[in-house]
């Protein structure tokens, strides 16, 4: 009986070991080609989101925000409207403020038929030239008296409802609902701080519109690129307007 050739055995499982790498690694190289084939396509599809932003930084017709109060004043005046609204320039753009009596009845959050011609021209005026570009947040306010019934618990959920309320008037007014957000803030934010002996004021019962003055596709595109996408691009617009 012939003896196994044991030397030749180990020689030929040694290549198998050796080679055998060779699987590994050409696995490892088709997966590093699609992982850089994933990245160069999502690096073309920001290239046409840093373009948008570079588009957006070059709009000549910007107004201030001082030229933007201006311009809702004047229409406040025209459209004859100066009673049922007040408007306020603050660091956080224009407000528009309604009084709670114009737009719903005590306890309530459904909209008056009452408030609803102001509150189309208010719309008029969101979808106007520069204005039509810029983020709309609405803030639901009462006062500090409690509230709590099955549909409102609290004044948390009655500033919210109303704020929301008003959102959705606007937004069925062809009016872009990107643009939007609503706050409730109860009774956190009082025009005149109300006590023990003096709650209930009339002042803190308000719905108001503030226009920002960022645009809310500026928004969108931020939130799209990355962090370093979005600040290379910011200072590059910044260094071309030196």
């Known amino acids: 009986m012939a003896k196994p050739d044991f030397e030749s055995l180990h020689k030929s499982k040694q290549d198998d070991d050796e080679q055998s790498w060779l699987l590994t690694y050409s696995d490892m190289m088709t997966l590093l080609m699609c ?10 599809l920001n290239m046409a989101k840093v373009e948008l932003m570079t588009q957006h930084f070059a709009r000549k017709d910007k107004m201030t925000l001082k030229q933007l109060e201006e311009k809702i004043q004047e229409f406040i005046e025209v459209e004859k409207i100066r009673d049922e609204v007040n408007v306020k320039l603050t660091k956080k753009g224009v407000e528009v403020s309604f009084k709670d009596k114009l737009l719903f009845n005590i306890g309530k959050a459904d909209l008056k038929p009452a408030a609803k011609p102001v509150l189309s021209k208010i719309s008029g005026l969101l979808g106007m030239g520069d204005i039509a570009r810029r983020k709309i947040s609405v803030e639901g306010h009462t006062d500090s008296l409690p509230i709590k019934s099955e549909i409102f618990p609290s004044n948390w959920e009655l500033s919210s409802a109303r704020a929301a309320n008003v959102v959705k008037f606007l937004i069925a007014h062809d009016l872009d609902s990107r643009r939007f957000e609503s706050i409730g803030y109860a009774d956190t934010k009082p025009v005149i701080p109300e006590s023990n002996g003096n709650r209930g004021l009339s002042e803190n019962r308000r719905v108001i519109v503030v226009i920002s003055p960022e645009s809310f596709m500026e928004d969108i595109i ?3 690129l990355t962090i370093d996408e979005y600040k290379r691009e910011k200072l590059r617009q910044q260094q071309q307007q030196m």
């Open 35 to 44: 992982f850089f084939v994933i990245l160069l396509s999502m690096s073309t």
């Open 222 to 224: 931020r939130k799209q």
